[in-house]
């Protein structure tokens, strides 16, 4: 497989593996040809080049000679299994807090995957695959816009609709299945890939957590509390890393988020040889170093992502744990980067 610095988790592939078996494909040869190994089918936490993932699904809709595979694996996937982020989702209030929750943190899911709510007159949620190269992923594309369709549906209930739906790609031989799943005037060859809302969309209350949502936060509650010590630690530092930006990272609210007291908390911690302190300031440290180096983010932001209500507050912490201003180790780095 194609070297590429762009991952994504490796819990779609259940969803592939399922959808490909009732097609009569097989999945696991599906895979070997683009080089993804049997063993990400049995770990939804590990992590994988994306480039490998959306050559899958273009191979097995060519396989398959269905030309809407993507959108049917969409459609058939459930609520996607988005990890800590659906432990967020679970605590907002309406459908705009939902997706600016989705969209924040989708990192956490892949650096690939790019959500943008833009609300003009005709709000939309863009949606796009970061891949690399000039190639055209429509399925991966039809895939994602359709989760996130049924993301909204399973919040608000089945009978939702977008006001339209709109892709870059040309549309299919047979749009049958696009009119029947969306059930709104779609846009092929579009500027860009997207769902339109009306603006009271938006504004809706949620319902208190729906029966899908419920299943999957227990599901992953029950998961991470009998993990081992590494995966433990793994799944808290994720939620930190969510809960950061919210003002939310102690360690009550992060023992509660994970259905759990404080002192079982630090007691599962204190297994693997650390403590909540050191924990947060781990993450904290990893957080400011992938901010620092991967985007052109002012300082200003990066504090609030890493917990810190003032600029000042984020500097002071920056000297203490890596000996040097921020703005400095960015220069440093920056240029060690361009000699390599």
Known sequence: MKKDTAMVRSSGLADFARFALSLGLDPIALMKRVGIHRRFLSDPNLTLPVRGVVELLEDAALTSGMEDFGLRLGEKRGLPDFGPVILMLREETTVRDALRTLIAFLHLHSDALYMHLEEDARPILT?????GGNEHFRQAIDTSVASTT??????????????SVCFMHSRPASRAHFDRFFRCPIDFLHECNGIVFRKHDLDK??????????????EYIRLTNGASSQTYVHRVTEVIAMALPRGEANAEIIAQYLGTGHRTLNRRLARAGLNYSRLLERARRHLASQYMLGSDRPLSDISGLIGFDSLSAFSRWFRQSFKVSPARWRKMRQARKRRH
């Open 127 to 131: 949606i796009d695959l970061m891949v």
């Open 150 to 163: 049924g993301i909204v549906r399973w919040l608000l209930g089945a009978e939702w609709a977008p006001a």
């Open 205 to 218: 209350n949620l319902p208190s957590s729906s029966p899908a949502l419920r299943r999957q936060v227990a």
